[in-house]
Each structure stands twice: as structure tokens, then as C-alpha cells.
């Protein structure tokens, strides 16, 4: 097993990045790759799934998988519940860092920064148009709780379903949107031999400052 991991390699070979093709802030070339990435990434890859890391009260690090929701000048949007593991996490320290892979163009965009949540108004206008199963998923599920077996979600979940038969479910007090502020944001384009593009955005007050980092 060993072996075979250590034998398993690619060579990048489909594009660059230089400073001619970036822009000196960095959203303009996220929304380009991102655009890019729609076009280019076969199903079932979704291009707006990212991981995302936090850190507990403890200091210990985890990693998960979400899916984008916003973003605009402000930075970058996602939802959850408020209650779960990653919302505890964000309460004792509102900082994370998100990464996008995109394979099949031989990119990844690291971004690293505090987090807030959004307004209310803001999750009430994206939990409304959220699939109907999604809506009452939010109010049945205790995310991150401990859980006696498949059963109990779907007694919670038939239950939901019950208190809601006649009218639609609204935006529970436990749910709703995050929203990293970016602080630093990397744009990596795989090359040959190892040999990478890795171009930085930092923000230092109002402006960003480019830079570009060896491999």
C-alpha cells in the first residue's frame, strides 16, 4: 500500500498563472476561475463544494466539506446550524480558512479569514428557496449530536413533517448563514515538475498586496 501511494503521481500540464493574467485584487480572478470551474467540472463534481476549517476551544483543528452559497465584495457565504460543531467552533473562535479543488483545471484557492454571521434577512431569503426537503431537514436534524440509529432521524424527520402539514417551514432560530471575511486568499495552478503557480493576496488595511510564493 505504501508503494502504490508513493508511485501515485500527475503531472500538471493544462495551464499557468502570471501576474499579466491576475488582476491586483482578488475577487475579479475568483469569479473568473469560479466561472470557469462551472463550465469545466464534470458531474457529480460540484465546483462550489469547499472544505472548510476550523479550530475548537481546545485548539484542535477539523475539516469538512460545504457547498458556497454567496459571495460578493463582502466575502464568502455558507449555512448551517448554529448549534452543530462547526457553530460552536465559530463562536469560540470566528476565524476559519476554506479551499476549493477544481481538477479537472488544475487549480485551488485557498482563502483565510474572521467569520460573522449574516442577517437575518439574508438567511430567510436563502433558507426560502432551499429545496422543501432541505427546509424541513433544517428543523429535524440535531447536527453533531450523538444519535441512537437511522430510525430516530426519521421519526424526527416524520414528526417535522406532521407540524408543518399545513404551511410552509420557516427559517429556524438554529440555522442560518456565516460569512468569511477574507483576509488572505491564494490562487495555485498546478505546473510540471512540481513547479507550481502560487499567487497570494494579502489585505493590509483597504488594499490588497500581491504576491506570488515558491512551490
Avoid at 486568499?185 to 513547479?195: K, N, V
Amino acid at each position: 500500500m505504501t508503494q502504490t501511494l508513493a508511485d501515485m503521481r500527475r503531472d500538471y500540464t493544462r495551464d499557468g498563472l502570471s501576474e499579466t493574467q491576475a488582476p491586483l485584487e482578488p475577487f475579479a480572478l475568483f469569479e473568473q476561475w469560479f466561472a470557469e470551474a462551472v463550465k469545466t467540472e464534470q458531474v457529480p463534481v460540484e465546483p462550489n463544494a469547499m472544505t472548510l476549517a476550523t479550530v475548537d476551544a481546545n485548539g484542535r483543528p477539523h475539516c469538512r466539506v460545504l457547498l458556497l452559497k454567496g459571495l460578493d465584495a463582502r466575502g464568502f457565504t455558507f449555512f448551517s446550524n448554529y448549534d452543530s460543531a462547526k457553530g460552536q467552533h465559530l463562536a469560540a473562535n470566528p476565524f476559519a480558512a476554506m479551499t476549493f479543488f477544481w481538477p479537472s483545471l488544475e487549480r485551488q484557492v485557498r482563502i483565510e479569514g474572521r467569520v460573522e454571521r449574516v442577517t437575518a434577512d439574508e438567511c430567510d431569503a436563502y433558507f426560502q428557496v432551499r429545496p422543501l426537503g432541505s427546509r424541513l431537514g433544517a428543523w429535524a436534524s440535531p447536527q453533531s449530536r450523538v444519535i441512537a440509529d437511522r430510525a430516530e432521524l426519521e421519526a424526527l424527520l416524520a414528526e417535522t413533517e406532521q407540524r408543518f402539514l399545513d404551511r410552509a417551514p420557516h427559517c429556524p432560530p438554529h440555522w442560518g448563514g456565516y460569512r468569511l471575511l477574507p483576509e488572505r486568499i491564494e490562487f495555485w495552478q498546478g505546473r510540471s515538475s512540481r513547479l507550481h503557480d502560487r499567487l497570494n493576496f494579502r489585505l493590509q488595511g483597504a488594499d490588497w498586496l500581491r504576491e506570488r510564493l515558491a512551490p
